[in-house]
């Protein structure tokens, strides 16, 4: 019902930028994305919160990306980026897409992950 396509991995030095991107295809008319993220998984640690935006726009950072870190969202697109700036070899990992969706007239919601990308910064 929802498919998700991540790009804009890479490798990068330490102090430099890259853009990720997520968009989201919807199969069925009456399904509503209430929020859209990005999670990030590095080698033997636990999966852990970048960024994530609702469909009104607020934002909520991991204290380690904040200030260096923007998530943005085009709406009409159903596509979501992840901005990042001054990047530490820290931050190398594996970056997931996560959508938050619901039907129509319904309380619960659903959560599809993408297939991540990867973002490796050198020293």
């Known amino acids: 019902q929802v498919q998700l396509v991540e790009s804009g991995g890479g490798l990068v030095q330490a102090g430099g930028s890259l853009r990720l991107s997520c968009s989201a295809s919807?199969?069925?008319?009456?399904?509503?994305?209430?929020?859209m993220g990005w999670h990030r998984q590095a080698p033997g640690k636990q999966r852990e919160l970048v960024a994530e935006?609702?469909?009104?726009?607020?934002?909520n950072y991991a204290d380690s990306v904040k200030g260096r870190f923007t998530i943005s969202r085009d709406n009409a697109k159903n596509t979501v980026y992840l901005q990042m700036d001054s990047l530490k070899p820290e931050d190398t990992a594996v970056y997931y897409c996560?959508?938050?969706?619901?039907?129509?007239?319904?309380?619960?919601?659903?959560?599809?992950w993408g297939q991540g990308t990867q973002v490796t910064v050198s020293s």
């Open positions: 919807v199969s069925i008319s009456y399904i509503t994305i209430n929020a």
């Open positions: 935006i609702t469909e009104g726009g607020s934002t």
């Open positions: 996560n959508v938050i969706w619901a039907l129509r007239w319904r309380v619960e919601t659903s959560s599809n």
